[in-house]
């Protein structure tokens, strides 16, 4: 399995983990020109912004080690867009990050984590 079909996958998984513990999904690969977002979906009033890390080994770090600093503040800059492009009325706004760990070919790790970053004032 090639690294984009990889991460497709662990989007997938991802969509479908946060369908099941009750968010509804409203957009997957929203892109714009500074970026992408993997999944943006609503936690009862709550606007969610996931990013999505799958890795198919921990060599070189864990999926929770690649939402640097520099990767959220990014991130935190496509929501801006993103509520503004898509009009969103006002509401509260989280970042979480789901991490995958794929450990064979029917069986994977996934870690949610539930509001990983904020945007500093």
């Given at each position: 399995?090639?690294?984009?079909?990889?991460?497709?996958?662990?989007?997938?998984?991802?969509?479908?983990?946060?369908?099941?513990v009750?968010?509804?999904?409203?957009?997957?690969?929203?892109?714009?020109?500074?970026?992408?977002?993997?999944?943006?979906?609503?936690?009862?009033?709550t606007?969610?912004?996931?990013?999505?890390?799958?890795?198919?080994?921990?060599a070189?770090?864990?999926?929770?080690?690649?939402?640097?600093?520099?990767?959220?503040?990014?991130?935190?800059r496509l929501?801006?867009?993103?509520?503004?492009?898509?009009?969103?009325?006002?509401?509260?706004?989280?970042?979480?990050?789901?991490t995958?760990?794929?450990l064979?070919e029917?069986?994977?790790?996934?870690?949610?984590?539930?509001a990983?970053?904020?945007?500093?004032?």
């Amino acid at each position: 399995m090639d690294r984009l079909e990889t991460g497709r996958r662990g989007e997938d998984a991802a969509a479908a983990y946060l369908e099941r513990v009750g968010m509804t999904l409203v957009e997957r690969n929203w892109r714009c020109p500074a970026g992408e977002v993997d999944i943006v979906c609503i936690d009862g009033t709550t606007l969610v912004l996931v990013e999505v890390k799958t890795r198919t080994t921990i060599a070189k770090g864990t999926p929770e080690e690649a939402v640097t600093p520099t990767k959220q503040r990014r991130i935190i800059r496509l929501a801006k867009t993103y509520i503004a492009k898509a009009k969103v009325e006002p509401c509260s706004v989280r970042f979480d990050v789901v991490t995958i760990i794929v450990l064979g070919e029917d069986r994977a790790l996934l870690r949610h984590h539930r509001a990983a970053f904020e945007v500093e004032e």
